[in-house]
């Protein structure tokens, strides 16, 4: 009896061993052919709210990083003022595409395009100028601005623009009372499309504007990392190459061109420079710039440039960009700045 007992107290003794081994060295089990492609993967879903949102592509960018929401949505134009007393902007970070054009009295301003991207400040937001307004019919885009000039408001009437107008709308705009009027009209890009809502203007429109690489690649032209465009005689704007995020840092006489919110410098991916016919027509200074025709133009991108042409048939055309060889530009995928300079203006490479 007890020759039974000591043996039935060993196999315990043997199997406890072997389950406390067990729990170290565990031997998985031989995978078989449904198996395959799993192993260190989980089968279960991720619960619905934690699922990654699927992105869709940004016409204005290139980049596959906008909300499926906006999928087919018309862009915002804003009229965004560059005078010394509106500086630093808003917004103008979050823009896909960012026009700047001489205004009256030898300073810029800006064209900004918006699509698939939120701003909770833009601005500030002055008045139109025709020439802005044949950039903006480009992209079929809402066109938002505070005020015009006589001819502006003729134009945006003649050609039946879809239009928001801070003069006779205090729901789209406020004013910051830390900054002198009228250098402190604001809005949002999600006020600008309510307001564009509920006047009927978010019609579904397919955005084909720009033909993008599928990866980067530089222009083939000369290497440029520091470059200096001269509007007028007290103003300019420079840009410097990072190799590091293999943008252009923008410049403003001399000084970084930072956004108000952030605080941080504007980076930018593509920059298009072209030369456009520009006369002065009244004695406020106002001027008339031709946006049709042809002409010469440069497209900068990751360190290099390359000289290219403009060409734009009709006011509401689009601006096709072509090689020397007559075929159309396809740029990196990114934001775009484009420079439009007068006849005058300078183009200096910095070495």
């Not at 799993?38 to 992105?55: D, F, I, L, N, W």
């Not at 937001?125 to 903006?136: K, L, T």
């Not at 009027?181 to 009927?200: D, I, Q």
């Not at 033909?211 to 290497?223: I, Y």
């Amino acid at each position: 009896m007890l020759k039974k007992r000591c043996i039935f107290l060993a196999v315990v003794f043997v199997l406890f061993l072997q389950t406390g081994c067990s729990k170290t060295h565990t031997t998985l089990p031989a995978q078989n052919s449904a198996d395959k492609g799993t192993v260190g993967k989980t089968t279960e879903e991720a619960p619905p709210g934690m699922q990654e949102t699927q992105k869709a592509l940004n016409p204005l960018t290139g980049l596959r990083d906008m909300d499926e929401k906006y999928v087919n949505q018309r862009p915002l134009a804003v009229m965004i003022e560059n005078e010394y007393h509106a500086r630093p902007q808003s917004g103008l970070d979050k823009a896909g595409v960012v026009y700047e054009i001489l205004a009256e009295g030898g300073i810029t301003r800006f064209l900004a395009i918006f699509a698939g991207t939120n701003a909770d400040e833009v601005g500030p937001i002055r008045s139109a100028r025709p020439y802005f307004i044949d950039y903006a019919m480009e992209y079929g885009s809402i066109y938002v601005h505070y005020g015009a000039s006589p001819q502006g408001y003729s134009d945006i009437k003649k050609l039946k623009i879809d239009d928001i107008d801070g003069i006779y709308d205090s729901t789209t705009f406020w004013r910051d009372t830390s900054r002198s009027a009228p250098h402190n009209a604001y809005s949002s890009t999600e006020k600008m499309l309510k307001a564009s809502e509920k006047r009927g203007y978010l019609k579904p429109m397919e955005l084909n504007v720009w033909k993008f690489n599928t990866e980067d690649a530089p222009p083939e032209g000369e290497a440029v990392e520091r470059f200096k465009l001269t509007y007028f005689n007290n103003y300019s704007v420079s840009y410097t190459y990072d190799s590091g995020k293999k943008e252009y840092e923008r410049f403003i006489n001399g000084k970084p061109h930072v956004d108000r919110i952030t605080g941080k410098p504007i980076f930018v991916k593509n920059i298009i420079i072209q030369f456009n016919d520009t006369k002065v027509i009244d004695k406020e200074g106002r001027l008339e710039i031709k946006t049709t025709g042809f002409g010469d133009a440069y497209y900068i991108s990751d360190g290099y440039c390359e000289k290219i042409k403009w060409e734009k048939s009709k006011r509401s055309a689009r601006t096709i960009y072509t090689l020397d060889d007559g075929t159309e530009l396809e740029i990196n995928p990114g934001n775009t700045w484009i420079q439009v300079l007068p006849q005058w203006g300078k183009f200096t490479i910095e070495r």
